[in-house]
């Protein structure tokens, strides 16, 4: 009795201490990644110089998160936890160089750069080692601990939003620290496991399965790695040019805030009740129906006449990316052999990762030299390629079963 006891309070804990990971991460990546608009163009940089610092920051996170993966957790055997450590300190250093550049574009455009690659590098070894736990046999809620992380997202957009409208967008840098303070903190509270070195692998040939090997084995990745680096372009263009879509209307960093807020909150359902909906519906299924929802919504923000209608738009979220997530992360870690988990994780925001830098350069240029519009009416293209190619990769898993 006390030994079962025991181990529900240990999965208590661990289950809290992980939620409060996902919950602070959000809250970093939203004053990275998301109000990167609002302090860049601040600081007299041009819709370009934002599109290079976004893509150059999406684009050496792809080439990191596998590098890391594949040579530091199952080589050297560090173990993810302390990976996460490792590259939360790194952070603070380009943070706290933001807070003496000045006006000097060139170190800001490569500080800010810097750590918004951190930050998307760390993003997969978050999930990763919520699976760990998961594949040790505790009983984490990955629904509910990633749903935790849309709340704390909604919660920061809004108060960032009111904050930098009052004061001045040059307090993020100060915001940013302070957080990744406290993210360490929640980083290293986390208990550790046996299988939190890399889930116990050994050093033979399958610890060290490259992307090539894994596109190999299993066609359906790289379909899979297409669609979602599809649907993406859209989604970062809704994320990162909020700004600029809610500019085109005549509204401001408040509005802005809110809109993100809606979004944030409206992940909340789906997340948390994913748990629920993985055993009525496979995560094949929810995969399929969440990118439909992203080309529905695209088609919405492109159409939409006002602000109403882009606000109303992000309630869209809580079928579109907050299915998304959690059906991508238990499609994979389902499919594929435990060896490739963390690698397969990688993969994923590896290929939404490439849709930043495709949304950033390209997004960039059409904003400069066009106008919002023609930047929305490229999102929704992009959404109807994600929707269809996930139906083949998906379809691609039921015939490999």
Request: glycine share 6%; charged share 10%.
């Amino acid at each position: 009795m006390k030994s079962t006891l025991s181990v529900k309070n240990s999965e208590r804990v661990i289950n809290v201490k992980y939620i409060s990971l996902q919950f602070i991460y959000w809250m970093m990546n939203c004053a990275v990644y998301s109000f990167a608009a609002l302090f860049l163009l601040y600081n007299r940089f041009e819709n370009r110089q934002l599109g290079y610092v976004l893509a150059a920051a999406n684009l050496i996170s792809i080439i990191l998160q596998p590098a890391l993966s594949q040579q530091v957790i199952a080589r050297l055997h560090i173990s993810v936890r302390k990976t996460i450590i490792i590259i939360s300190g790194g952070l603070l250093l380009p943070l706290i160089a933001l807070l003496f550049v000045g006006k000097n574009i060139l170190v800001m455009f490569l500080m800010y750069t810097l750590s918004a690659v951190l930050i998307l590098t760390l993003q997969p070894f978050v999930n990763s080692i919520g699976f760990q736990y998961i594949n040790s046999g505790y009983s984490i809620n990955f629904g509910i601990s990633r749903g935790a992380g849309s709340f704390s997202y909604a919660i920061t957009s809004y108060i960032l939003g009111v904050l930098l409208a009052k004061w001045t967008p040059n307090l993020l840098p100060w915001i940013m620290i302070i957080l990744t303070l406290t993210f360490l903190l929640s980083v290293w509270l986390l208990p550790k496991i046996k299988s939190d070195k890399s889930s116990e692998l050994s050093t033979d040939d399958r610890t060290t399965t490259s992307i090539v090997k894994l596109l190999q084995n299993y066609k359906f990745i790289g379909v899979l790695f297409l669609a979602f680096s599809f649907l993406f372009v859209f989604h970062t263009i809704i994320s990162t040019s909020i700004t600029q879509i809610v500019q085109s209307f005549h509204g401001g960093s408040q509005i802005i805030g809110t809109s993100l807020m809606i979004a944030g909150l409206c992940e909340l359902p789906g997340m948390f009740a994913f748990s629920y909906l993985v055993k009525k519906k496979s995560s094949s299924f929810w995969l399929e129906l969440s990118a439909f929802f992203f080309f529905v919504r695209s088609i919405v923000v492109m159409v939409a006449p006002n602000l109403l209608t882009i606000e109303l738009s992000q309630f869209l979220q809580a079928v579109s990316f907050a299915i998304f997530i959690p059906a991508s992360a238990y499609l994979v870690n389902g499919v594929l052999p435990k060896e490739d988990a963390v690698l397969g994780q990688t993969i994923i925001t590896a290929a939404m990762t490439l849709g930043g830098v495709l949304s950033s350069i390209i997004g960039g240029y059409l904003l400069d030299l066009l106008n919002v519009k023609s930047l929305l009416v490229f999102g929704m293209i992009c959404a109807l390629v994600g929707f269809l190619l996930t139906v083949v990769g998906i379809h691609m898993i039921k015939e490999d079963e």
